[in-house]
């Protein structure tokens, strides 16, 4: 049965042996003719569907104390920190865990298989953002951090480490499986404190990922300080939202930095994550009054601040766009603010790369230097050339 998963035939099959497994001739005789070694061998299959199957049958049994001994000695935790460390597999191999964390000898053979490190780089790559046997992932992490030893462990490991890393990428799957994180472990007085003192080393991870030439990460990155101020859910702040709402209130000025930069990618990050942080009266006020806001202001508006574009820099008008917004929402009344922008979704303008260099206006470029080409007839080609290639970008 096993090796042909079925889930229609297989799952009630399943619950039919775990109650048979609860009679004492039963554990003996599964024990004795070789049927658990057995069932542990399949947990290893390469194919997930056998693999599977064999492991929800081997969690039907682990709650009998003598089926669950010879279950450890014949490898099933060690299998399943193998498939922990695959990321196909590692998901169900965490459910797996988070439905027999409860058994001493279980726990204790996880610690020797280094099973907290493997559950950090599960949620570090973002498995638990999926569902498994019709459970989502944030589920599975919370089971697994109610454990005291385990969670203990987790936090031991790196985890602030882990944490900045997702986030410094600036990818939206990442950033949402970093909130499971930490909503998950808020909840516990360790986990508060691990917040406490890891909390500014995220905030410029975050700062990091503003100070990417990617529009996707600088866009993500804002959304981000976002949510972790607690901007959407200003009603009823969370412990994670308190404690990052200071720390990104202190931060400000690094964010700022940005916004004066020569560089037009750095400006579009720093203004996306002010114009995220507008809709709080607080962040509007203090923005307003930092000296960078206002000689970017004044700059901007004076036309007196060139700034510079190179290959796959936002382009000019993007810049001009992104600014535009966000000089207009710190200029805002609060009670404009709280009508136009509560609980709505941010509306960031487009922001697209320059188009890229086609090879023709490069080729006209060293052209022109080694065999002295008129500069008339180069700009006209060069000018030929880009309206080609932004032509076709569009």
């Known amino acids: 049965m096993l090796e042909h998963r079925l889930t229609d035939i297989e799952d009630p099959a399943i619950q039919i042996l775990g109650q048979l497994a609860s009679h004492v001739d039963v554990q003996e005789d599964l024990i004795h003719k070789g049927h658990i070694e057995k069932v542990a061998s399949l947990m290893k299959n390469r194919k997930h569907e056998i693999s599977s199957g064999a492991i929800l049958a081997m969690l039907s049994m682990l709650q009998y104390p003598y089926i669950r001994l010879t279950a450890i000695k014949a490898g099933v935790v060690e299998t399943l920190v193998n498939h922990l460390k695959h990321r196909k597999n590692c998901l169900f191999a965490a459910y797996a865990f988070s439905r027999i964390l409860d058994h001493e000898n279980i726990r204790k053979a996880m610690f020797e298989q280094s099973a907290p490190d493997y559950i950090i780089s599960a949620f570090k790559q973002g498995s638990f953002i999926g569902t ?3 459970e989502p992932g944030k589920e599975v992490l919370g089971r697994l951090m109610r454990n005291d030893d385990l969670r203990a462990a987790v936090l031991k490991a790196h985890i602030t480490a882990a944490l900045c890393t997702m986030f410094k990428k600036g990818e939206a799957a990442l950033n949402h499986a970093a909130f499971d994180v930490l909503d998950i472990i808020s909840n516990y007085t360790d986990g508060k404190e691990l917040i406490k003192e890891s909390k500014l080393a995220i905030f410029h991870a975050i700062v990091a990922a503003l100070d990417n030439q990617k529009w996707a990460s600088q866009m993500n990155a804002a959304m981000a300080l976002h949510t972790l101020f607690g901007i959407r859910h200003s009603s009823g702040r969370t412990f994670v939202t308190h404690e990052f709402r200071s720390v990104i209130l202190e931060g400000l000025p690094h964010i700022l930095k940005l916004l004066v930069h020569d560089r037009s990618y750095r400006v579009v990050g720093g203004a996306a994550a002010l114009f995220a942080l507008s809709e709080d009266g607080t962040v509007r006020a203090r923005v307003r009054e930092h000296a ?6 004044s700059g901007y508006f ?6 510079q574009y190179h290959d796959s820099d936002p382009r000019e008008e993007d810049v001009h766009k992104m600014l535009d917004v966000l000089f207009a929402a710190m200029e805002e009344s609060p009670h404009h603010h709280s ?7 941010l509306n960031f303008p487009d922001v697209h790369p320059m188009p890229a260099r086609s090879t023709l206006v490069t080729s006209l470029a060293i052209l022109s230097c080694i065999f002295y080409i008129p500069c008339g007839l180069t700009a006209m080609l060069a000018g030929w050339a880009i309206d080609g290639t932004e032509t076709s970008y569009t």
């Open 132 to 134: 498994v046997e019709n």
């Open 292 to 297: 960078d806001f206002k000689f970017a202001r």
């Open 302 to 307: 004076s036309k007196s601040i060139k700034l």
């Open 339 to 345: 009508a136009a922008h509560h609980h709505s979704a």
